[in-house]
């Protein structure tokens, strides 16, 4: 693999804050802005504060470690200015300043445990009962409140013993009608959530795959990095990025489609990896020209007239929730444009910019207030809808809804497997 030289895209970034003409649009925008005097926006703690920030060296505004890092800022600024970029490299160096001014301080090391999800899946699964127990102990979640600072109220995925993986591999390789010979194939990279958490997200995404004809084929891989990106903690989340790129670049170079489940683990893959991460190598473009999401991937089919839409009525009433990580793939709402295929189903748009959680920014209880005050109005909205049912493609967006409302909130492609009449 070829080098990388980090600080070029850095350069980028501080070029773009030069754009920045202080219209202050993107504090407008920002959710978090409203609801605390401890976040003074996004222009000043990105591109204004970018101007007095030396290479190497940490901002001088610790209220950076406030922005949620939604992304909104970014995608409504009129100019091109990478703002939640700005802010992203910010918190790398904010990160190590707090080191070295108190290596014992807890809420790093949170932060530090926040970022490897994958391994807190992987050991919360070896005891899933005791874990799970002890989730929903509320004299030992107020108790991780008072040490590490992770609020008792904060959404806990459920642990599993079986993953994902096991399951394909298993289960599903023995039951499974054979494949068609010259079956068109897809890699699936199916992230995190859905090999510790969430299996019947990946069970609907492979069964509505096959449905289409398609092999679906399961590579190595490992957590995308973005916990560790949004943690501040580059370097890990750099080791990380390279592992994938090795293990589905020769799918890439096969001309086969990476499909990924998860809107932020697609957004790492198509785009953070180079304009964040600074990965400039001829396996990250060529990666990142392969990865769809996979309500994009099958809209896609469908616009090509290769998607069945054998669908049973659903007659339902079904909100969605668009998450940020989600619209800053700038690939519309195919999600939407799927569901409207379904006979008897009624889809809204919340019209919400943000849920609140942001990745973990929600689970930390200094911020845990904030991140339900940005969610409280989509809460409200979806609450009053009386639906029983809504549908958001990103995780831990369904887990802080579900949570909050008391809705089962499934990803878009549940829904569609549901229609298909497909067993998961």
């Known amino acids: 693999m070829s080098e990388f030289y980090t600080p070029r895209l850095l350069e980028d970034i501080r070029r773009t804050a030069d754009l920045c003409v202080k219209c202050n649009i993107c504090t407008s925008a920002c959710p978090v802005v409203p609801l605390t005097d401890l976040f003074p926006g996004p222009k000043y703690v990105g591109p204004q504060a ?36 700005i802010n992203t490299a910010a918190k790398a160096e904010l990160r190590k300043q707090q080191f070295r001014e108190n290596p014992l301080n807890l809420r790093w090391w949170r932060n530090t445990a926040f970022g490897y999800n994958e391994v807190l899946g992987q050991v919360g ?61 897809v890699a699936y990279f199916h992230g995190c959530a859905t090999q510790h958490y969430e299996q019947e997200v990946g069970r609907a995404i492979v ?98 007239g290769r998607l069945r839409t054998d669908f049973k009525p659903l007659n339902r009433y ?13 690939i519309g709402r195919p999600a939407l444009d799927l569901l409207s295929l379904v006979p008897g189903l009624t889809v809204e748009e919340m019209g919400a910019d943000c849920c609140g959680i942001t990745g973990t920014y929600g689970y930390k209880h200094e911020k845990y207030e904030i991140a339900y005050g940005v969610g409280k109005p989509l809460f409200e909205r979806i609450k009053a809808s009386g639906a029983k049912m809504a549908t958001c493609d990103n995780e831990t967006c369904r887990w802080n809804i579900a949570a909050h409302t008391g809705v089962d909130v499934v990803h878009t492609v549940e829904v569609l497997a549901e229609a298909y009449g497909l067993r998961t």
């Open 125 to 185: 699964g070896l005891v899933a009962p005791l874990a799970n127990a002890m989730m929903r102990f509320r004299p030992a979640r107020l108790l991780l409140e008072k040490t590490f600072g992770i609020d008792h109220r904060a959404p806990f995925p459920t642990f599993h013993f079986n993953k994902f993986r096991s399951w394909f591999f298993g289960q599903h390789q023995r039951e499974k009608t054979p494949t068609p010979p010259g079956a068109p194939k």
């Open 50 to 85: 970018q101007r007095f920030r030396d290479p190497g060296l940490p901002s001088p505004d610790h209220s950076l470690d406030y922005c949620s890092g939604c992304g909104i800022c970014t995608l409504v600024c009129p100019h091109g200015v990478k703002v939640m970029e």
């Open 318 to 330: 079904l909100p969605y929730h668009t998450s940020c990580h989600q619209k800053l793939h700038r």
């Open 207 to 304: 069964a509505v795959l096959e449905h289409n004809g398609f092999e679906v084929v399961l590579p190595e891989q490992n957590c995308c990095g973005l916990p560790m990106q949004s943690n501040g903690n580059f370097a890990a989340a750099r080791r990380y990025a390279l592992a994938n790129l090795r293990k589905l670049a020769p799918y890439a170079g096969q001309e086969i489609p990476i499909v990924v489940g998860g809107t932020s683990c697609g957004l790492e893959l198509k785009s953070d990896y180079r304009e964040l991460l600074g990965i400039h190598t001829a396996e990250a473009q060529l990666v990142a020209e392969h990865v769809y999401d996979i309500c994009e991937f099958l809209w896609l089919q469908y616009q090509a």
